[in-house]
């Protein structure tokens, strides 16, 4: 492991209300008690009824917030309980997860991401882009081409990679407990670097995270990927101490 910056981003899902900033609040008494505090980005991507009066309450500059989602159409419009990018920029927003596999089940697509993608980054925000296989694509081998699919059919050469960061979820790990072997995960991670680089004709590697069923059990495990940019957490980031602990046990 090096000292690269990792991120530490928790995805709360439909969780919290006002009372919940207690966790941010934790985990930033946590980092102001860590030495190489540097070395790590920590970003709450929380509901949207959140993000206005978490802004207010955070202090630290350690901190960001996020969102998880926004609709394609970037300012107003007849779309009725619908956020646009700009809507969620001037509440505070400064990251926005993008392409869930929650959100692909819904019927979303690689157009309408791609759509997403482009009016985020229009209003200067940074791309939490989601891909991922099924069992059934990993099962009949198809893991590679559906990541290529994914992001070739997401992206643009003319949007600015280094506002997206790529977080790889295996669809059948989220919210099972079930992880994937580390080998086979390091080979997927260095594929996705490798191809990314060979699609858009750049020097520069992506930053990947891993995201499925991360906990503070497990996470030493992924420690040995240097590859690996960061973590994209679920359930566990809901509680402060299953938060912090997951951060303590990557670096022990």
């Known amino acids: 492991m090096t000292n690269k910056l990792r991120y530490f981003i928790a995805n709360w899902k439909m969780f919290g209300d006002f009372s919940s900033f207690r966790i941010i609040q934790k985990t930033n008494q946590y980092l102001n008690k860590e030495k ?3 070395k790590k980005k920590i970003v709450f991507c929380v509901p ?3 993000i206005h009066f978490f802004k207010k309450k955070i202090k630290s500059k350690l901190i960001s917030l996020g969102s998880q989602n926004c609709h394609h159409h970037e300012n107003f419009g007849p779309f009725t ?3 646009s990018a700009s809507m969620l920029k001037k509440i505070g927003t400064e990251y926005i997860i993008l392409g869930h596999s929650e959100n692909r089940a819904e019927g979303e697509t690689n157009q309408i991401i791609k759509k ?3 009016s985020s980054l229009n209003q200067k925000l940074k791309i939490i882009f989601c ?4 069992y059934k694509d990993k099962r009949n081998g198809k893991t590679f081409s559906v990541l290529r699919k994914q992001i ?3 992206l643009e050469k003319k949007f600015d990679k280094n506002k997206i960061i790529l977080a790889y979820e295996p669809v059948w790990s989220i919210g099972t407990n079930k ?3 580390m080998n086979e995960l390091q080979d997927i991670i260095k594929f996705i670097k490798k191809d990314f680089k060979k699609i858009f004709k750049t020097n520069k590697f992506p930053k990947i995270l891993y995201g499925g069923s991360v906990n503070h059990k497990n996470i030493h495990l992924f420690s040995a990927i240097n590859e690996i940019d960061g973590f994209l957490i679920g359930s566990a980031s809901q509680s402060s101490k299953k938060f912090i602990d997951i951060i303590k046990n990557y670096y022990k």
Do not use: D, H, Q, V
Request: aromatic fraction near 10%.
């Open 81 to 83: 309980g619908s956020i």
């Open 179 to 181: 992880i994937p072997k």
């Open 131 to 134: 891909i991922g296989e099924t």
């Open 48 to 50: 949207y009824t959140l």
């Open 116 to 118: 997403k993608i482009a």
């Open 36 to 38: 190489n505090f540097n």
């Open 152 to 154: 070739k059919n997401s």
